[in-house]
Structures are given as structure tokens and as C-alpha cells.
């Protein structure tokens, strides 16, 4: 067929367009596909409060939401079994200050059940800026975050506004809230608390701000959401592959065999969210296996891998798949 045949046939013309259009859409959609799934998610709402559940010996209900578990002296666990996350913080106290890692999404205020468990003053300190962990329209007398220079530049005067890849906050109706951060957590960094030292691991993966606290005395490790039962997400826009090998690496080499680690989700009754470093090592190899497609997945987004009997990895496909950790020096 000629130049000239092709541009006389009008279908020939209207299926180019339409392929063109096609394409169009498909950059459109893989560009905007994280703020395309939280609109249908925020469409959806957040489901009710469940009924409150049989947590077992060892765990009291505060009130008719939150739920106390002690993990060891002056170490707390406070749950929200009934928020459909489950989401759990840690209350850690030494002799001098407490810290408060992690505040849930703030449908009720948490502060008053730390000041019932001390009299310490309390450093808020999240794991990472996602909506349900920081607490939202709670604001804090202390607040302390990860120092990481994109961070720092944001706010040179203290004041630090999440983006909407950090706080993805619309899916359940909040709007980002400004940070008013007293003190910079550096990576590697200690926190004396008076008689206990928290160590300040750089743990990203599933957001490129997380961290985790090890108290390594006490044997105890608190992961936020880089490790926890159930899915991991590592297909949200601040997620990365390589950084959940940078930070799985990172807890191989802080903690040890012995380490309790918990983390800030559940998938059911009872108590706290409970993991083992060997946890640590299936996700690890996972990534490995993942990496080198030796892993099979399921699903058509995200990708879903199995780490082991409590843990599935939901990624982006392959071709999304990065690779290369954002900050591979923080911690080292």
C-alpha cells in the first residue's frame, strides 16, 4: 500500500489514533497510578470500628478502643484492635524520657493513654509519615524524625509539611499535617532515654522515611511497618525494592537471633504483633529470589510474592520494579 492509499483509507488513520490514544493513556495511567489507587480507595471509606476482640492474658482494655500490653519493664504496647489496620505503638521509657514511637491515625487521641502509663516527658517519634501512624490532627510537645538531607532542606525551620507520597492521607479523609520537629534522628544515632539507649536503625522499603528502634539490652526490636504480619507494601509511591534490601541488610546486622521484634500491624488476636529475625532472612530471600526471577507472583497490581506462612510481598511489576536503594549510605 502507498503513501498516498494509507492516508486515503480513513480506518487505517482512526486505528492509529486510536493506538496512539492507547498509549497515551497507559504513560498517563503508570504515571498517576498511585494517586489513581488512593481515589479509589478515599471512594470506598474507611470500614467501622469491629467489635472488640479477645486479646488474652497479659493484654487490658484501657477503654472501649485501646489496649495495654506490657513487653517488659517500662515498655508498652498500645493497640487499636479495633481500627480495621490493627495498628499497635510502643510507649519506651527510660529514667529520664519516654518515647512514644508511633501514634496511630489519630480517630483517638493516644496521648492521654501514654500519660496514664507515665509521668515521664514523651518524644513522639514515627516510624514513618504514613497517615495511620502519625497521628494527624494530634500534635505532640516533642516530636522527633529521621534526618535525611531531602527532609532537613524542607524544613530549615523546623517546620516539615508531608507530601502526598509521604502521608497518603486522603484515602481515609486527612489532610497532611506540618510536623513541628524539636529533634533530628540520624541514622545509626542513639537515643538515651536515663538507663536505656534506643538505637536509630534506617530501615526503608516500604517508605523512604522509615526507621526502626532497637533497644538491644532488652533484646526487643520495633520495626513500624518495614516488617510486620500480613502484606508488606512495597508498591506505594515512596516504596522501593532496593531500599527494602538496604533495610532488610540493615536488622541483619543489628539484631540477633534472639531479637522480639514487633511490628505495627496484626491480622488478628491476640496481643501485640509478634516477629523473629528469621522473619527478617525469608524477606530477605525473597528479595533475592524476586530480584532474579526466580520468585513466581500472583495478582495483576500489585504483584504479590510470598515471603513465608505469614507474610506476602505486594510489589509493583517487574518492569516498576527499583531496584536501586535512594540512600545507601544513611546508617553506615
Given at each position: 500500500?502507498?503513501?498516498?492509499?494509507?492516508?486515503?483509507?480513513?480506518?487505517?488513520?482512526?486505528?492509529?489514533?486510536?493506538?496512539?490514544?492507547?498509549?497515551?493513556?497507559?504513560?498517563?495511567?503508570?504515571?498517576?497510578?498511585?494517586?489513581?489507587?488512593?481515589?479509589?480507595l478515599?471512594?470506598?471509606?474507611?470500614?467501622?470500628?469491629?467489635?472488640?476482640?479477645?486479646?488474652?492474658?497479659?493484654?487490658?482494655w484501657?477503654?472501649?478502643?485501646?489496649?495495654?500490653?506490657?513487653l517488659?519493664?517500662?515498655?508498652y504496647?498500645?493497640?487499636?484492635?479495633?481500627?480495621?489496620?490493627?495498628?499497635?505503638?510502643?510507649?519506651?521509657?527510660?529514667?529520664?524520657?519516654?518515647?512514644?514511637?508511633?501514634?496511630?491515625?489519630?480517630?483517638?487521641?493516644?496521648?492521654?493513654?501514654?500519660?496514664?502509663?507515665?509521668?515521664?516527658?514523651?518524644?513522639?517519634?514515627?516510624?514513618?509519615?504514613h497517615?495511620?501512624?502519625v497521628?494527624?490532627?494530634?500534635?505532640?510537645?516533642?516530636?522527633?524524625?529521621?534526618?535525611?538531607?531531602?527532609?532537613?532542606?524542607?524544613?530549615?525551620?523546623?517546620?516539615?509539611?508531608?507530601?502526598?507520597?509521604?502521608?497518603?492521607?486522603?484515602?481515609?479523609?486527612?489532610?497532611?499535617?506540618?510536623?513541628?520537629?524539636d529533634?533530628?534522628?540520624a541514622?545509626?544515632?542513639?537515643?538515651?532515654?536515663?538507663?536505656?539507649?534506643?538505637?536509630?536503625?534506617?530501615?526503608?522499603?516500604?517508605?523512604?522515611?522509615?526507621?526502626?528502634?532497637?533497644?538491644?539490652?532488652?533484646?526487643?526490636?520495633?520495626?513500624?511497618?518495614?516488617?510486620?504480619?500480613?502484606?508488606?507494601?512495597?508498591?506505594?509511591?515512596?516504596?522501593?525494592?532496593?531500599?527494602?534490601?538496604?533495610?532488610?541488610?540493615?536488622?541483619?546486622?543489628?539484631?540477633?537471633?534472639?531479637t522480639?521484634?514487633?511490628?505495627?500491624?496484626?491480622?488478628?488476636?491476640?496481643?501485640?504483633?509478634?516477629?523473629?529475625?528469621?522473619?527478617?532472612?525469608?524477606?530477605?530471600?525473597?528479595?533475592?529470589?524476586?530480584?532474579?526471577?526466580?520468585?513466581?507472583?500472583?495478582?495483576?497490581?500489585?504483584?504479590?510474592?510470598?515471603?513465608?506462612?505469614?507474610?506476602?510481598?505486594?510489589?509493583?511489576?517487574?518492569?516498576l520494579?527499583?531496584?536501586?536503594?535512594?540512600?545507601?549510605?544513611?546508617?553506615?
Amino acid at each position: 500500500m502507498t503513501v498516498r492509499e494509507r492516508r486515503a483509507n480513513p480506518w487505517i488513520r482512526r486505528l492509529g489514533f486510536a493506538l496512539l490514544g492507547l498509549a497515551v493513556l497507559a504513560a498517563v495511567v503508570i504515571h498517576q497510578r498511585h494517586a489513581l489507587l488512593v481515589r479509589v480507595l478515599s471512594l470506598a471509606g474507611a470500614p467501622g470500628l469491629a467489635p472488640a476482640s479477645d486479646e488474652g492474658p497479659g493484654v487490658r482494655w484501657h477503654d472501649d478502643y485501646f489496649t495495654v500490653q506490657s513487653l517488659g519493664e517500662g515498655i508498652y504496647a498500645i493497640g487499636e484492635p479495633r481500627y480495621y489496620q490493627q495498628n499497635y505503638s510502643y510507649l519506651i521509657t527510660g529514667s529520664r524520657r519516654a518515647v512514644l514511637f508511633d501514634a496511630g491515625p489519630g480517630h483517638r487521641d493516644i496521648r492521654p493513654i501514654a500519660r496514664s502509663l507515665t509521668d515521664l516527658p514523651i518524644t513522639f517519634v514515627p516510624s514513618h509519615f504514613h497517615y495511620d501512624h502519625v497521628g494527624n490532627t494530634v500534635t505532640f510537645e516533642h516530636v522527633a524524625v529521621v534526618d535525611l538531607p531531602y527532609l532537613r532542606a524542607r524544613a530549615p525551620d523546623g517546620q516539615l509539611l508531608l507530601t502526598f507520597d509521604e502521608h497518603l492521607g486522603t484515602a481515609e479523609g486527612f489532610e497532611a499535617p506540618v510536623l513541628e520537629v524539636d529533634e533530628w534522628l540520624a541514622p545509626g544515632s542513639r537515643m538515651d532515654l536515663g538507663g536505656r539507649v534506643l538505637e536509630v536503625l534506617y530501615t526503608p522499603g516500604h517508605t523512604e522515611d522509615s526507621i526502626s528502634l532497637l533497644d538491644r539490652e532488652a533484646g526487643l526490636l520495633f520495626s513500624g511497618d518495614f516488617i510486620y504480619h500480613g502484606p508488606l507494601f512495597a508498591f506505594l509511591p515512596n516504596s522501593g525494592m532496593g531500599d527494602y534490601v538496604q533495610g532488610a541488610q540493615t536488622l541483619l546486622a543489628a539484631a540477633s537471633p534472639q531479637t522480639r521484634i514487633f511490628g505495627a500491624h496484626r491480622m488478628e488476636p491476640p496481643g501485640a504483633p509478634e516477629l523473629a529475625l528469621s522473619d527478617v532472612e525469608d524477606l530477605e530471600s525473597a528479595l533475592a529470589a524476586i530480584r532474579a526471577g526466580e520468585l513466581e507472583s500472583t495478582g495483576f497490581y500489585p504483584w504479590v510474592y510470598p515471603v513465608n506462612s505469614r507474610m506476602d510481598l505486594h510489589a509493583e511489576p517487574a518492569w516498576l520494579q527499583n531496584w536501586e536503594p535512594r540512600h545507601p549510605s544513611a546508617g553506615q
